[in-house]
């Protein structure tokens, strides 16, 4: 078994759904009493949202790059970011010698099994409105649907100030319901849940396309590395 680095507090709510992911995950695999190997840096991510505030991306890069450094040299053989700071992704490779799990990569290449084109995305501000992350879905072959302006605020609302905290209110769930029956409305055939934190909020039995949860994706896609 390989040994799975993760980049993680960010919040450490995702951070947990990772852990939790990874664990079943070998032990569904492999039987018995295995777990995964795992070596996790978790950072204060009120220091990181205060530089994403800041747009300060150039220091959020190299803070994840000297943690990515560090979990190389406890042993990790792959890298895993448990966050869509994927906007780092590039900068935080360049800094390690061991692989970078792309979480928009394994995203990508679910929905395209499903046989899916065009498909919304839900995730934080930075996530909708920028291009790394729909930028690569585009990269292989995806029309990617984001909601209106008003809406991208109360997806990232929610994710901010109630998710990464542990709350989930019934209110919220709503709102994004009505969220994906827009994307739907407007041509998208199933939901990129691009933010750990919405799949605590949302899931398949909520919305009438398909559900992409990229949490479990990139789950998956590192217990294949690491387990073969």
Same mark, same amino acid.
């Given at each position: 078994m390989r040994t799975i680095g993760l980049l993680g507090g960010m919040s450490w709510e995702s951070s947990a759904e990772y852990y939790r992911l990874l664990n079943e995950g070998v032990r569904d695999r492999l039987?018995?009493?295995?777990?995964? /190997?795992? &070596?996790? *840096?978790?950072?204060?991510f009120a220091q990181v949202e205060a530089m994403q505030v800041a747009g300060d991306w150039e220091a959020a890069g190299r803070l994840l790059a000297a943690e990515a /450094?560090?979990? $190389?040299?406890?042993? *990790?053989?792959?890298?895993l970011i448990c966050t869509t700071m994927h906007k780092v992704a590039d900068q935080v490779q360049a800094a390690v010698g061991i692989p970078l799990l792309h979480l928009a990569d394994a995203t990508a290449r679910a929905v395209q099994g499903a046989g899916i084109e065009r498909v919304g995305l839900l995730g934080t501000a930075f996530t909708m409105e920028q291009d790394f992350y729909t930028g690569r879905l585009a990269d292989h072959g995806l029309d990617v649907l984001v909601p209106d302006a008003p809406d991208r605020e109360l997806v990232h609302r929610v994710i901010y100030d109630e998710l990464c905290l542990g709350v989930v209110r019934e209110e919220s769930r709503q709102a994004y319901q009505r969220g994906v @029956?827009?994307?739907? #409305?407007? +041509?998208? /055939?199933? &939901?990129?849940?691009?933010?750990? #934190?919405? $799949?605590?909020?949302? +899931?398949?039995? !909520?919305? !009438?396309?398909?559900?992409?949860?990229?949490? @479990?994706l990139h789950v $998956?896609?590192?217990? !294949?590395a690491a387990l073969g």
């Open positions: 039987g018995g009493l295995h777990s995964a /190997r795992l &070596v996790l *840096a978790s950072v204060d /450094r560090g979990v $190389e040299a406890a042993g *990790a053989d792959l890298l @029956a827009d994307l739907v #409305e407007r +041509g998208a /055939r199933g &939901v990129i849940l691009g933010c750990t #934190e919405i $799949e605590l909020l949302l +899931g398949a039995d !909520d919305v !009438d396309v398909p559900v992409f949860a990229t949490t @479990a $998956e896609a590192a217990l !294949d």
